[in-house]
């Protein structure tokens, strides 16, 4: 088990398109993956999951990952949320 920290700096947290952007990069690992917000965790491939948490910029998450790939699993999110979902400008 890979868990790290990550402050999710983006305006809008992860809502609707972050969220799909987050579960694409999660779904590309083979590790069980959950994402932790105070006292509750999630299903890290599961939209519902995470649009539950309600989780908006300045928000502390942690990133928790089990199984063959799951160093690469937390680190690639962990890139993902610190590049303030880029993909969204595409």
């Known amino acids: 088990m890979y868990v790290k920290d990550v402050m999710v700096q ?3 947290g992860l809502h ?3 969220a799909t952007f987050f579960i694409q ?4 690992f083979r590790s069980s993956i959950w994402i ?3 006292e509750r965790r999630v299903n890290a491939k599961s939209l519902l999951g995470i649009l539950s948490l ?3 910029g300045g928000t502390s998450i942690r990133i928790i990952a089990d199984g063959p790939d799951e160093q690469e699993a937390v680190q690639g999110l962990i ?3 610190d590049s ?3 993909e969204e400008s595409r």
């Open 84 to 86: 303030g979902f880029a």
């Open 79 to 81: 890139d993902l949320v």
């Open 25 to 28: 990069k999660a779904n590309e």
């Open 36 to 38: 932790e917000k105070e």
């Open 54 to 56: 309600g989780i908006v």
């Open 16 to 18: 609707a398109r972050p």
């Open 10 to 12: 983006n305006q809008v």
